[in-house]
């Protein structure tokens, strides 16, 4: 039996279908209005690793989050499928809804949030210290259980992405006064707050529902990689896509899109890491692109997931990976695919990585198996 989140299931828990027409403080306060969402809430708490200037913030309440992944399979004992909260409808309330070729894309607030609404207090500097603030968005990429990026119709990839697109320029453009302004972050463009995107697929990599989603996070906090990106374009006068584009050899790159270069990384840290760079570096964010940069885009993204699930059993490793959006300044805009083919061990954490693969071989490895 085909597992869903049905219309009327969605009807009940709609609170606007649209975000479009609202402003972000009507949006922002849509989180503090959240039943239960309180509850959750993380500590106000930021602290930040003097070594490398890594960002730490605390929630004990996400330990409490509900879990259907017990393997790849997803069934309990009995070989049965797990009972999926969000096809339940026991989840939070919705932002925005828009109807695909089969079912609906739907996006809503993270009940486990890592940034919650206060604004007692503000972060110096866009992050760097103070208290953490902002909101958690869930875009839960269909309403049918197994259908995601690897196995929509590109017509609907389009839509989904289309939809996390609006939402990120809405927050990004739309918060003066709400959020820290870029100021000395981003002299390029004037946007205000942090967003930070990802995708995790599988127990090992921190997934905790099997049903396709993604998560946005918009704070005035910067992220690491955020930082390290900007700090990168400071010291080299250029933003770190446009170096991976001039200096990636031939033999690394997997596929070509058009407007976007699918390539492994010279530095490959992990079998199988490979970026997604869009070859217009003026570009940051992913509303800024054009129809067909976001073509491209979608392309990819479906071709490197269904990469991951034919390769990954093939080297006897349960599919799992992270899927990581790098925007703002100094990044241009890539987009990071991380397997979890190889275990992190104790040189790793010292900043030695020892990876169990070379990038050529990889590569060509890749590029054999890619659609």
Not at 224 to 253: A, D, M, V
Request: charged share 20%; hydrophobic share 35%; aromatic share 10%.
């Amino acid at each position: 039996m085909k597992r869903e989140l049905s219309e009327k299931m969605a009807a009940e828990l709609i609170q606007y279908s649209c975000f479009d027409s609202l402003s972000v403080e009507k949006i922002i306060s849509s989180f503090s209005d959240e039943q239960n969402l309180s509850k959750f809430a993380p500590d106000p708490v930021l602290r930040i690793d003097p070594r490398d200037k890594s960002i730490v913030l605390f929630n004990s309440a996400r330990a409490k989050r509900p879990h259907d992944i017990a393997s790849i399979q997803n069934t309990d004992a009995k070989g049965e499928n797990k009972p999926c909260p969000i096809c339940e409808g026991d989840t939070t309330r919705i932002l925005d809804i828009a109807d695909l070729s089969q079912g609906f894309t739907f996006i809503n607030k993270n009940l486990f949030p890592i940034f919650y609404p206060s604004f007692d207090g503000g972060a110096e500097e866009g992050g760097k210290s103070g208290k953490p603030y902002g909101i958690h968005f869930l875009q839960w990429t269909s309403s049918v259980h197994d259908h995601d990026w690897h196995n929509m119709d590109i017509k609907d990839l389009m839509i989904v992405i289309t939809r996390l697109a609006k939402l990120e320029q809405k927050l990004l453009f739309h918060s003066s006064g709400l959020m820290p302004d870029s100021g000395h972050w981003n002299n390029q463009k004037k946007t205000s707050g942090f967003i930070s995107i990802i995708k995790n697929y599988g127990r090992q990599v921190g997934g905790s529902l099997q049903h396709g989603h993604q998560q946005i996070a918009f704070s005035n906090t910067i992220s690491g990689q955020q930082y390290n990106n900007w700090k990168y374009l400071q010291e080299n006068h250029q933003c770190f896509s446009k170096r991976l584009l001039e200096k990636t050899p031939e033999n690394l790159i997997i596929k070509d899109y058009k407007s976007s270069i699918l390539l492994v990384p010279y530095f490959m840290k992990r079998p199988y890491n490979c970026i997604l760079a869009v070859k217009d570096t003026s570009r940051q964010f992913i509303s800024e692109l054009n129809d067909g940069e976001l073509l491209s885009i979608c392309q990819a993204l479906s071709d490197v997931m269904n990469l991951f699930f034919d390769i990954m059993p093939k080297i006897g490793k349960e599919p799992a990976f992270n899927i990581l959006v790098h925007n703002g300044p100094g990044a241009g805009l890539y987009i990071e695919f991380l397997p979890y083919t190889q275990e992190t061990g104790g040189y790793e954490q010292l900043g030695l990585w020892v990876c169990q693969a070379d990038p050529a071989s990889a590569a060509e490895f890749m590029r054999s198996n890619i659609s």
